[in-house]
Nanobody, 119 residues
Framework: QVQLVESGGGLVQAGGSLRLSCAAS????????MGWFRQAPGKEREFVTT????????QVTDSVKGRFTISRDNAKNTVYLEMNNLKPEDTALYYC????????????WGQGTQVTVSS
């Protein structure tokens, strides 16, 4: 089964940017729809964005539209989340996830990378 490892999280001031990476092993990401989810302290994990096999099909939650962009490099077997104009409410543990069906609940998850946005 595919294994996912996130990186790139950290502490950033409001208005700043970060790029998260999700490196996959044991399988090709081209076999999956790939997505990002997040979980803030005391809250349930929520969907952020997902992209289909060719990056043509993409879904983005309203709260990050125009600020976050998902992309995938099938050759590097890596998925990225570009986050711009970060807000304190974006503070969360960010998870990479893989699903065999676009739009379905992911079957595989990474361990998460922490993003903290200070005001």
């Amino acid at each position: 089964q595919v294994q996912l490892v996130e990186s790139g999280g950290g502490l950033v001031q409001a208005g700043g940017s970060l790029r998260l990476s999700c490196a996959a092993s044991n399988d090709r990401i081209s076999n999956y729809a790939m997505g990002w989810f997040r979980q803030a302290p005391g809250k349930e994990r929520e969907f952020v964005t997902t992209t289909g096999w060719t990056s043509g099909a993409t879904q983005v939650t309203d709260s990050v539209k125009g600020r976050f962009t998902i992309s995938r490099d099938n050759a590097k077997n890596t998925v990225y989340l570009e986050m711009n104009n970060l807000k304190p409410e974006d503070t969360a543990l960010y998870y990479c996830a893989a699903s065999r069906t676009f739009g379905a609940r992911p079957e595989y998850w990474g361990q998460g990378t922490q993003v903290t946005v200070s005001s």
